[in-house]
């Protein structure tokens, strides 16, 4: 193609090193003073999994994205731009915009919508590419291949229990109760459901990762293992389909806090792993943009 594609894709970013921790933190409480108490506990989470691969693994897609895109024949130009980190997204633009592309498109590692999440990275998308001709893609979760890909993840795990009966538990991060984000939900339940009946799951809930927060969105995973272990169950399957890459919630979060959890209560609790550089994964992005192309030159 002659048209110039610039493509910024976008990720909260997190902390490589301990000295990172707290000026990351700060970003998060747009630069407010980070209390003691939750610089100690951030710091002593990313401890135990050596810190996060997010950032490696966000750039590494990056490279698969171009490749893949190429292949299809777009001139397109990739970068990445974090929320909390580095490269900014402001930066990221900042990087494409030099090139001059016909179109800027903008796609958040994170396949569902959600107003605390896709709308604030759009706003910002939106102010640093002003002027120019854009799209932002605030969600891409209905694509096929993405159920393909978490299938592929699935059977691992799945076999793991050696035949013996399991209930799924899929994942995503969770909001504040008082953000009544129904468009979140909604996507989320339509992916697992369609997600379990291609597994060929039947016992099965969405919950949500609420970390340290108690006033947030209902089920929470911890409340949910307490629930199946009244109800006897010994094998719980986790699915993080909010997560395709591996990060502090599924490195600590899932592997460590929750498997504690499922052991302190006698469940046998194994986890699918994240997406990571999947090939489905990496062209189920493509045909989003491809998508966005189409409709927007």
Not at 39 to 66: A, C, D, M, W
Request: hydrophobic share 35%; net charge negative.
């Amino acid at each position: 193609m002659s048209i110039k594609i610039g493509l910024a894709i976008m990720a909260y970013g997190t902390p490589e090193k301990e000295e990172d921790v707290e000026p990351y933190l700060k970003d998060i409480f747009k630069q407010k003073e980070v209390p003691k108490l939750i610089l100690q506990k951030t710091i002593e989470r990313y401890r135990k999994i050596g810190f996060s691969p997010l950032n490696e693994i966000t750039l590494r897609q990056s490279v698969l994205l171009q490749e893949e895109l190429s292949r299809r024949g777009f001139n397109a130009a990739v970068t990445v731009g974090m929320k909390h980190w580095k490269p900014k997204i402001k930066t990221a633009i900042e990087t494409l915009k030099k090139d001059n592309p016909n179109l800027l498109i903008g796609i958040l590692m994170h396949p569902f919508f959600s107003v605390m999440g896709s709308k604030e990275y759009e706003e910002v998308f939106n102010e640093s590419s002003n002027g120019m001709k854009r799209s932002f893609i605030d969600h891409w979760y209905n694509y096929e291949k993405l159920y393909d890909a978490w299938n592929q993840n699935m059977k691992e795990a799945i076999d793991s229990f050696n035949g013996s009966r399991f209930y799924t538990i899929f994942t995503s991060h969770g909001l504040p109760s008082s953000t009544e984000d129904t468009e979140y939900k909604k996507e989320l339940e339509e992916f697992s459901a369609k997600l379990a009946d291609r597994s060929g799951i039947k016992d099965f809930c969405l919950a949500y990762q609420n970390g340290e927060h108690k006033d947030w969105y209902k089920p929470e995973v911890n409340g949910k293992l307490w629930e199946l272990k009244e109800k006897e169950v010994k094998n719980v399957l986790i699915v993080p389909i909010g997560y395709i890459s591996e990060s502090l919630e599924t490195l600590y979060d899932i592997d460590i806090e929750y498997k504690e959890t499922a052991s302190q209560l006698g469940i046998n609790l194994h986890r699918v792993k994240c997406l990571d550089y999947s090939p489905l994964l990496i062209s189920t992005i493509s045909d989003a943009i491809a998508d966005s192309v189409d409709k927007n030159l």
